[in-house]
């Protein structure tokens, strides 16, 4: 398998422009993930679904956030205006049961 | 509110063994995991316990858990160079919906 796929790997953007992060879970995996990971506040959930319906979205920072999943194999999370404070690594994870995450690579993003 | 603790450095020589620490607050936790992440990477799932067991061993990693002190160790036995990592604990509540809370991480350097 080629495990949790997410793209892009790096997104360089300006203040005010809107974001997009990609992610496509292992195959079979029913839970989906995502996490923001800063060296302030080290790892955060954001969101996680469980069969394509958001279950738990206490950790989105605020409205600018949104993610979405349309169907099993694919997820975004879009970030809409987008703000310097918002620069962190983005991970998607996924999982078959609720609790052995398996994690992607990450998105780095830079807000300028 | 729950939280997970870690010191955040650890040096040893190769081939000694390496202790990381955790300690977590929720004492309805159900599953406790440590995840390793190399620079530029995800997390990677390296073993869990459930809530119920007091040690788990798997080849060089000994996890051990103190309930009553709420109190999660890794070793790493014969700890190589490759060990060189950040090591997070994360504890699983499951209270409803599922909680998950990462501890900021443990960065291990293993001097050869």
């Known amino acids: 398998d080629a495990g949790v796929i997410q793209s892009p790997r790096h997104e360089v953007t300006e203040m005010g422009q809107e974001v997009t992060l990609r992610c496509k879970p292992i195959s079979g995996h029913d839970y989906l993930f995502w996490y923001r990971q800063t060296m302030m506040r080290g790892l955060e959930l954001l969101i996680y679904?469980?069969?394509?319906?958001?279950?738990?979205d206490s950790g989105m920072p605020e409205d600018r956030f949104s993610a979405k999943m349309p169907n099993a194999s694919f997820s975004t999370l879009k970030i809409q205006p987008s703000e310097p404070r918002d620069s962190a690594v983005y991970f998607c994870?996924?999982?078959?049961?609720?609790?052995?995450?398996?994690f992607g690579p990450g998105t780095r993003l830079t807000v300028t | 509110g729950e939280d997970v603790e870690q010191s955040l450095f650890l040096s040893v020589r190769e081939g000694d063994s390496s202790v990381i620490n955790c300690t977590y607050t929720?004492?309805?936790?159900?599953?406790l995991y440590w995840y390793k992440q190399e620079p530029g990477a995800g997390l990677q799932l390296l073993t869990y316990i459930f809530s119920n067991m007091d040690m788990k061993q798997d080849q060089r990693l000994t996890v051990l858990l103190n309930k009553k002190d709420k109190h999660l160790s890794l070793r790493i036995a014969d700890t190589q160079t490759g060990d060189s990592a950040i090591y997070f604990c994360a504890e699983v509540t499951t209270s409803g919906t599922y909680k998950y809370i990462f501890g900021t991480g443990t960065r291990l350097k293993v001097l050869a």
């Open positions: 679904f469980n069969n394509n319906v958001p279950i738990d």
């Open positions: 994870a996924s999982s078959f049961t609720p609790s052995e995450q398996y």
């Open positions: 929720d004492s309805s936790s159900t599953y």
